[in-house]
């Protein structure tokens, strides 16, 4: 289980700067984000084959075209992440912003050993979550409420 502040000191290496907490972000918990794009019915919108040159930095890549298309990012490219690492429920979104965009995915998968995570749009209206299945990365967007 991580704690808080061990969360704050693992975004903090992985190249972040943690610019809050929020323990909601428009009524969404990231437990209702992560229930939202993780169950049977799921098809991801993209998959990235484990075997494709960098398929780390090309996940990257495409979470930020997609974040951005469906209002996760803000203006300054600030956004609420959850990775969804033991204990994730017990604590509330972080928001982050990343040094630079390329870098954090393989950051947060060398610091939390996974690169999944889910972030939400700020107004509540949509998730975008990355995910190891089948031999590949998918990332995932659904409505925040399932």
Known sequence: MISRTERAELF???GMTLLGEAWE?????????????????VRPDVRVDHETADSVARTER?????????????????????????GAFRLPW?????????????????????LEFVAVCPTGS????VFEEEGENWIVTSSSRP
Not at 26 to 37: D, F, Y
Not at 73 to 80: P, R
Not at 94 to 114: I, K, M, N, Y
């Open 12 to 14: 903090k290496t992985a």
């Open 25 to 41: 972000v428009a009524g969404v918990t990231p437990e209702n984000a992560t229930r939202s794009v993780i169950h049977l019915d």
């Open 62 to 86: 495409i979470w930020w075209d997609i974040a951005r298309d469906v209002g996760v990012l803000t203006d300054d490219d600030a956004f609420y992440l959850s990775p969804t690492c033991p």
């Open 94 to 114: 972080a928001r982050v912003r990343t040094a630079v965009h390329g870098g954090f995915l393989r950051a947060l998968w060398a610091e939390f050993g996974s």
């Open 126 to 129: 949509a998730v975008v979550g």
